[in-house]
């Protein structure tokens, strides 16, 4: 038999594949992205082919019955999203070496090992005139951010990735090979891949299938200001951003600037203004908001103009390295143009606890497939993240809660759940009956309670 990604799934890694502490594999693996919560799980095993996740299962199993107390898989191939500590109730199962990429481009889809990142994913099918609908950071894995729903720069044309999720080849909770689609046999794994699209994902992934788009007139850009613009930058922005083309995606944000590149030395230490834009069908669409927003000052950084995959990946600016944010975030409503100069206010000072805060305009995503969160809960998305380095973390707390006391007005209702950095688990992510239906899908997947579930089922 084989995968489709054309691994031969009998053939079966002989030297064991659970690893303890004083090995590379574990201490690699319990590195991740987001550190702020700590990982000194009992064993890690390192899937490098997708017939290891079988094994690993079963190595787990045996090693349970030798320590005579219950394990726990905890999935993971960036670290990206981790939030929940991992400690010696649980063997990590690091996904990131399954990386292998297929495209197809005249069916415009990708067949990617789970543990790929979308840097990885859009080389490959940048090559054929397509994109898969990342997000901000290139070294995200696909598999969290599109169980997660992946907000992406494509996103006001394409939608949520999480509807562009085709398939999803995964083990359950038992070990056994299964594929969720909406054409599968079993319910089951027509309920898996409802609630993989949105709801965290269900079982073990090891291989997904993806749509792709065409974007052969991409632009996309950051633009930055000293903050002392704020007020007339946001007043300009909260005028024209229901003028731009419906391809358009943005971010408008406050950030505390480094002393790093890629960012300007004059902005080096100081609070900046920071414009995220991006539209996969050419310079037009963005010109009203461009035009009024330059008109109040010269930015000192704009780097408008036509992209490619690697270049739209450079417009958030963020961090390049594994840091212990935590964050805060919110589905928010058409009234955000009304209240965003207030709401970004709040993380102005020098002193603010926080060092991004955004506010990410979505509007009108249409909805690829039915999943647990696939339509765009909300026109807007706040959005505020600071290191449990650099401040304590009563102060980042107080800052999000002066955020909360303005975006109140414009709330959703819910949580975009993969934007909370660092949280062990995220409440308000999904409504009560979607929450429900992605418990009993995760339940029907893995009755034991195996694989750890996804923190955003609550
Ligand atoms: C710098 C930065 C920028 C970001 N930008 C965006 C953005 O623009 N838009 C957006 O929507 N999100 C964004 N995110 C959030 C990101 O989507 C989440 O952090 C996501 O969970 C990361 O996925 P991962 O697989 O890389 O992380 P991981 O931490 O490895 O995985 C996260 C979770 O996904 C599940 N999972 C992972 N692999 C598997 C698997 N093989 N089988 C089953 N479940 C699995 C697990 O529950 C796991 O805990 C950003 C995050 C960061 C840190």
Known sequence: MSTPLGHDTTASASPPLLVTADSQAYTAATQPHNSSAQQRPVRVAAASHPQDVATALAEVAALERSLGRPLQVVPQATGHGAGAPVGNSAVLLDTSQLTDVVIDPDARTAVVGAGTTWATVNAAAERHGLLGLAGSAPTVSVSGYTFGGGIGWLVRRDGLASGALRAVHYLDGGGRSRT???????????????????AGGVGIAHTLEIDLVPAPHLHAGALLWHAEALPDLLAAWSATIGAVGAGVSSSIAVLHVPALPPFPPALHGKVAVHLAIADPDGPGGAVPLLQAMRAVAPPVLDTWGPSDAAGLARIHLDPPTATPAVGDARWLDASTPDIAAALLATAADDDAGVVMMEVRHVAGAPTRRPGAVTTAPGDFIFHAVAPLNLFPRERIEAAFARARS????????????????????????????????????????DPGGRIRRSRLLG
Do not use: C
């Open 406 to 445: 303005v975006w109140s007005s414009a709330d959703a209702g819910t949580t975009p759940g993969s934007w909370v950095e660092g949280a062990a688990s995220v409440p308000q992510a999904l409504v009560p009956e979607v929450r429900a239906r992605a418990a009993a899908a995760a339940a029907a997947v």
């Open 180 to 198: 969720a689609a909406d054409d599968a046999a079993d319910d089951v794994d027509r309920e898996a891949i409802w609630a993989f699209r949105g």
